[in-house]
């Protein structure tokens, strides 16, 4: 091979490393972007789903407070159940959790 075929040769790998180093700094940079993109949707679904779940706790915490009040004062099971659009059987199975059956 001769010299200038040698130089040739030479500068051609070099570009192919360059290329090289190009594309895989490309892919990593891509996959970082898709990394960080994930984690926000996840985020954001995470958040979703935790407010949903408090909120339903909370109202949850609610009712049970209003059935707790409403037999304290004198209501009956079925008026408790009327008022708390709860089945008669769930209205005893909280009172029964707060011992008050």
Same mark, same amino acid.
């Given at each position: 091979?001769?010299?200038?075929? %040698?130089?040739?040769?030479? %500068?051609?790998?070099?570009?192919?490393?360059?290329?090289?180093?190009?594309?895989?700094?490309?892919?990593?940079?891509?996959?970082?972007?898709?990394?960080?993109?994930?984690?926000?949707?996840?985020?954001? %679904?995470?958040?979703?789903?935790?407010?949903?779940?408090?909120?339903?706790?909370?109202?949850?915490?609610?009712?049970?407070?209003?059935?707790?009040?409403?037999?304290?004062?004198?209501?009956?099971?079925?008026?408790?159940?009327?008022?708390?659009?709860?089945?008669?059987?769930?209205?005893?199975?909280?009172?029964?959790?707060?011992?008050?059956?």
């Amino acid at each position: 091979m001769t010299i200038k075929g %040698k130089k040739a040769y030479q %500068k051609h790998k070099r570009n192919l490393l360059v290329s090289k180093s190009a594309l895989e700094t490309a892919y990593l940079e891509g996959l970082d972007k898709g990394e960080e993109k994930g984690m926000e949707k996840g985020m954001e %679904k995470g958040m979703e789903k935790g407010m949903e779940k408090g909120m339903e706790k909370g109202m949850e915490k609610s009712y049970i407070e209003v059935i707790i009040n409403c037999f304290k004062n004198g209501f009956n099971i079925s008026q408790i159940s009327v008022i708390t659009s709860m089945t008669v059987e769930k209205v005893e199975e909280i009172l029964k959790k707060q011992g008050l059956l």
